[in-house]
């Protein structure tokens, strides 16, 4: 079976936030602190911090789960939205 619908070209990079968990980053991108320096990652696919308690940030260190952090791993709405 075939799709007559255009195929969308492949991000460089994709973010798929994981439910009470970090947000893992794929593919290809650039980590930048806010002075603008440029953050190894080491890898492709990294995991970022979501809760705010990560001794390592930006990246997690897996304190979500001690801290009792949760969130969805869908989109996030924001109030009144």
Known sequence: MTSDAPRRPRPA?????????????????????PEGERIEPGRRTVALCRCGRSAIKPFC???HDSARFRAPGDRERPPGG
Not at 13 to 33: F, K, N, Q, S
């Open 13 to 33: 990079a994709t973010v798929t936030p994981c439910v009470d968990g970090p947000l893992l980053l794929r593919g290809d991108y650039e980590l930048l602190t």
């Open 61 to 63: 260190d897996g304190t």
